[in-house]
């Protein structure tokens, strides 16, 4: 960015109902702006009361992104991070409760000086303040607001969004409303009806949208195009259709052919560039025509309610399985379904798969059954890769094959005679919410020569955690010598972070999520692993 250039800020709203995918949307304006050399920030301002995303549920609300400076965040923080292939913050996930805490807090502080604290214009003037600190720096600062125009909770973040403007000048912000255009069966017609009513809700907020983003299941026509612009007052070349595609990753190509950031380039006065998309467009084209082979990957979970639980976990197995030419049929298997059943339904239930991941989650419902995966991939020689809880389960399950049969999680069994998996002793008594956590990033040093250090290349590397519980050095020497294999620990020797077992062909698990730092270009080198491995087996079966 120019020394002294204005940031230039695009808000992202949406109408009609939930769920059409604004942080898609933000993300893929995001990665063709960039694609024209533009440096570009993402941000999603959350209507909800909550301080961070770290106590909702993930059966209801998706999965917990964690950034790499320890901010427990929307799902939709991952789609940014994947599309831009950038790290995102703190900064760039607010709650509104995050908003409220703090104007509270000025209060009791004394920073209003008497005056009557007010939605107009201390939380608005929060609000802006949020987004102009992250904006700073950068060309483009993208903002998305969550929900629906019409939520309660969302009143004051469109005023401070309609005050916006003002602030830093018209010729600075422009307002993209993404609707829905739903199709009547029995009159074989779009109806544009509520897209209309979406749009009046938003100018009845004080914001007039300069683009319009139509999201439908069949494709749009030009009448229902000139329509939109016609009764919602925006230029028939700011009405851009987004129909429902075989993967996200082509909604960026869809909006550069229709011309959406040249249109906000000169919207906010800025010069448009031509977009680098090559890369882009191969990524594409390689998920739609991927090789014939199909590989079947098996995910023991037992949040699965939701599909977006998992949301990383099922982008880095895609990515992992385009960089080997393979498709990866995802398949949930019900964790407590494993446990309920007898040991062979259960291995009969797991034969089925190429491999099996086990990934994170809280508490002890489910555990046993994840436990049953890990033994049967030891056993059977089946390719696993542990995140998180999985790591602990693989521990847990190792330990018993060698003889400690009532091992466990404290977590799960808080008088187990076999604690291998434990709190640190300094967490102990701690009980405020995330107090005893690790949250972000902390370096990993790899084991010479072990599977872990070959896959990455590297000696040291950086991974992001969200858990309580770690493996329990108590028990090192006997695990080890019965043959698990360390293969990352933190600087000091004291956290385990990677095990392994090194006669298998492939088991691997980490006490952090890599799958946060996977991307679709660029896969996570233990994903990776494991699918080569996945494929390798399949080939030779």
Not at 183 to 190: F, K, N
Request: charged residues 25%; proline residues 4%; hydrophobic residues 40%.
């Amino acid at each position: 960015m120019a020394k002294n250039q204005q940031t230039k800020y695009v808000f992202v709203t949406g109408g009609v109902l939930s769920g059409l995918g604004k942080g898609i949307t933000a993300a893929s304006l995001g990665t063709i702006l960039k694609a024209r050399g533009f440096s570009v920030n993402l941000q999603k301002l959350d209507p909800y009361l909550n301080t961070d995303a770290g106590t909702l549920n993930p059966a209801e609300h998706g999965e917990t992104f964690v950034t790499h400076d320890g901010a427990e965040t929307d799902l939709d923080l991952g789609h940014y991070e994947r599309f831009l292939d950038e790290e995102l913050g703190r900064g760039s996930s607010v709650m509104n409760g995050r908003i409220y805490a703090q104007v509270i807090a000025d209060e009791r502080a004394g920073k209003y000086l008497g005056k009557t604290v007010q939605i107009i214009p201390h939380i608005t003037n929060e609000i802006q303040h949020h987004v102009l600190e992250a904006g700073r720096g950068f060309d483009f600062h993208l903002v998305e607001i969550g929900g629906t125009v019409g939520d309660y909770e969302s009143m004051a973040t469109l005023e401070a969004l309609r005050q916006f403007r003002r602030k830093v000048g018209a010729e600075n912000v422009a307002y993209l409303h993404l609707v829905y255009v739903p199709y009547l069966e029995a009159s074989h017609e779009l109806k544009t009806k509520p897209a209309q009513n979406a749009v009046r809700d938003l100018r009845e907020a004080g914001i007039h949208p300069d683009v319009i983003l139509a999201r439908a299941d069949r494709p749009i026509s030009a009448a229902a195009m000139r329509k939109l612009s016609l009764f919602c007052d925006v230029d028939e070349e700011a009405i851009v259709a987004l129909p429902t595609v075989k993967t996200v990753y082509e909604v960026p190509l869809i909006l550069e052919r229709a011309g959406l950031a040249d249109y906000v380039c000169k919207q906010v006065g800025v010069k448009p560039r031509k977009a680098k998309l090559d890369n882009w467009q191969k990524l594409v084209d390689l998920i739609k025509h991927p090789d014939h082979r199909t590989l079947k990957i098996g995910v023991v979970a037992k949040y699965m309610d939701n599909e977006d639980t998992y949301m990383s976990v099922f982008e880095a197995i895609k990515a992992a399985g385009w960089a080997n030419r393979v498709r990866p049929e995802i398949h949930w298997i019900e964790a407590e379904q494993l446990e309920k059943v007898k040991p062979s339904e259960a291995e009969a239930m797991l034969a089925a798969y190429d491999g099996l991941v086990v990934p994170g989650g809280f508490g002890s419902r489910g555990v046993e059954g994840k436990i049953r995966a890990a033994t049967y991939a030891m056993k059977h020689d089946v390719p696993y890769l542990g995140l998180c809880l999985g790591m602990q389960v693989a521990v847990i399950a190792f330990a018993r094959s060698i003889g400690m049969k009532s091992a466990n999680t404290t977590e799960t069994n808080p008088k187990t005679k076999y604690p291998v998996i434990d709190i640190m002793e300094h967490q102990k008594g701690i009980t405020e919410k995330g107090g005893t956590m690790r949250l972000g990033n902390y370096p990993c040093h790899l084991t010479p020569k072990s599977r872990a250090a070959k896959l990455y290349g590297e000696k040291k590397v950086l991974e992001r955690h969200r858990h309580r519980y770690e493996f329990n050095n108590a028990f090192r020497d006997d695990l080890t010598a019965a043959g698990l294999t360390l293969a990352g620990l933190s600087p000091d020797k004291q956290l385990v972070e990677i095990i392994e077992l090194s006669d298998h062909s492939f088991f691997m698990a980490s006490q952090f999520h890599p799958e946060f730092k996977s991307r679709p270009q660029r896969p996570h080198p233990m994903f990776d692993g494991f699918i080569a491995s996945a494929l390798k087996r399949h080939l030779a079966a």
